[in-house]
């Protein structure tokens, strides 16, 4: 009767003697369905959620209760409770598309591991999606395997051939870089260029992948087939990149300069704020003036007004500095605190610089980019225990009298920001709880960067010795000329000569500009080491620190 009731519009009649029934006793499987329908019917979800929780320990492997109940979950917005049911649902009756949601779930709650599992399961198919591949492509990378992920993107492009965009084709340059292969991304990326119909309007992305991990030159040789007049503004703007990388920042910005003169129309926004970028590190005071003044302060990008409030500061340009203090009260353009706080530092508000610095204490936990940014901010301010509780309030560690413990739930840290976090334990003093971080997310979270942030702490410690056992165990792999370059300063810092001649040579056989030759032979002639002996051999010598290093 009360099915009948409920089928024929009379919810709240049916309700009411479900009640009665499940009152008077009435536990049945079909009762209690019925009844949490009546209860959701009237917009009860939650009640109707419970009553089947208190049915589930009965019948935990029902199918039609634990569907039920996922919906109910999903109405609430209960999505923990929606995982822990989709994930019973999946161990008793598997299906594609619960295996997709699962996946979804466990991106959203950063539980990378499983995500990988469930995703290797789906792509193990023939059911896989393009966005199947390349999250795992992903997430392969992520977990120290870059080669597992190039491949996996090469079967996407093969299955999916029209799923390929430039921003693909661009990670698997990256994946193949990571994995020693570089030769190979370059040749990938002039093969697939030189097959699109417009080919100068893709390579500028592929050319960023080369540079963003530390290949500019590599950039250049891809870029230099399509460099003509009338570049499109992607083309220009990876040109003046790729030469800004190499340490030519003066011909990059010449470069788009004369690209905007061309112009008689307006130019992207990405454009003006590269030019931006570009003249605040070129000495030149005129240039970064017209840069400035013809771009709106009000949408350049957070990241980089903190470089241009200093450098205004120092001009003492007071229109610029209006604009940026104007950009700190904008109501549309809120900036995080820690950036409003770097960009005060750099105008010289040391008290409003303090304020800021204190309210973003409460918007960098977990946020290892934030915490980072403002532990830097600290050391300014010349409070170093802020600076070091800043710093570990972004990382997944528990910081103890016994030292760093990883935590039970740990996210994973963006490989981006790796080296950066090793580079401020340094400056931190703190390179010994660096190194400790580091060893332990090289097992946790194997990569390259995990390994060259570890060698970088560990470089400034008493047992900077590992590190030239790692260089030589690393002898054919590919090491950014950057990341040999801060290991030769940081070892001649802790007057070791081994590391530090075994750093230079490394990079001399990486890029060997004259410049680097030239950071050889003064290490060498530093610290007594002669030309007729291998930097594989030990040195001894701990003559005075080379020039350059000072």
């Known amino acids: 009767m009360a099915l009948l009731e409920l089928e024929s519009g009379k919810a709240s009649e049916a309700l009411e003697v479900l009640e009665e029934r499940y009152a008077a006793g009435e536990r049945s499987l079909a009762t209690i369905a019925v009844l949490a329908g009546a209860r959701a019917s009237m917009g009860d979800t939650l009640r109707a959620a419970q009553l089947l929780e208190e049915a589930l320990p009965e019948h935990p492997d029902n199918l039609p209760l634990l569907r039920t109940l996922v919906g109910y979950y999903r109405q609430l917005g209960q999505q923990k409770e929606v995982l822990e049911v989709l994930q019973r649902l999946q161990s008793l009756s598997p299906s594609q598309a ?37 999250e795992l492509a992903k997430l392969e990378a992520a977990a120290g395997n870059p080669r597992e992920g190039a491949h996996l993107l090469q079967r996407m492009a093969a299955s999916h051939p029209r799923a390929v965009d430039p921003s693909i084709v661009a990670l698997q340059m990256s994946l193949e870089i990571a994995s020693g292969q570089i030769e190979s991304a370059l040749e990938r990326g002039r093969v697939w260029v030189a097959e699109r119909p417009e080919p100068a309007k893709d390579v500028g992305h592929l050319a960023s992948a080369l540079s963003a991990n530390g290949f500019p030159d590599k950039a250049l040789e891809l870029l230099q087939p399509y460099i003509m007049q009338d570049a499109p503004a992607s083309l220009v703007m990876a040109l003046a990149r790729a030469e800004a990388d190499i340490g030519r920042p003066a011909a990059g910005l010449l470069r788009l300069e004369n690209f905007i003169r061309s112009k008689q129309d307006s130019v992207p926004e990405e454009l003006a704020w590269l030019r931006l970028s570009l003249a605040s590190i070129v000495p030149d005071t005129k240039r970064l003036i017209a840069a400035a003044e013809s771009t709106d302060i009000q949408t350049v990008p957070e990241d980089l007004l903190a470089r241009v409030a200093q450098t205004a500061a120092s001009l003492g340009h007071r229109g610029l500095i209006a604009a940026l203090r104007r950009r700190l009260t904008h109501p549309g353009k809120a900036v995080a605190s820690v950036i409003a706080a770097e960009i005060c530092l750099a105008l010289g508000d040391r008290d409003q610089a303090l304020s800021l610095s204190d309210l973003a204490v409460a918007e960098i936990i977990n946020d290892p980019l934030a915490s980072t940014r403002l532990a830097v901010v600290e050391l300014r301010l010349m409070r170093r225990d802020r600076a070091l509780a800043a710093l570990r309030a972004g990382l997944p560690f528990d910081f103890t009298s016994e030292g760093p413990r990883l ?19 340094i400056r931190l003093g703190a390179a010994s709880e660096g190194s400790v971080v580091f060893g332990v997310l090289r097992q946790v979270q194997p990569s390259l960067e995990s390994e060259t942030a570890w060698a970088l702490a560990t470089s400034a410690t008493s047992r900077s010795h590992l590190v030239s056992a790692w260089l030589r165990d690393r002898a054919v792999e590919p090491l950014a000329p950057d990341f040999l370059k801060q290991l030769v300063f940081l070892a001649v810092s802790k007057n070791d000569p081994n590391l530090a001649a075994l750093a230079a040579s490394r990079l001399v056989s990486t890029r060997g500009n004259n410049n680097d030759r030239m950071l050889l032979a003064e290490i060498r002639s530093a610290f007594g080491i002669p030309w007729s002996r291998s930097v594989s051999e030990p040195a001894t010598s701990t003559m005075s620190q080379p020039e350059g290093s000072r």
């Open 98 to 134: 619960q295996l997709d949601e699962l996946a979804n779930f466990y991106r959203e709650f950063g539980l990378k591991n499983r995500q990988r599992e469930v995703l290797r399961e789906i792509v193990s198919t023939q059911t896989s999606k393009p966005w199947h591949l390349i």
């Open 407 to 425: 935590k039970k739930e740990a996210s994973t840290l963006p490989a981006s920001i790796l080296q950066e976090i090793a580079r401020t334990y």
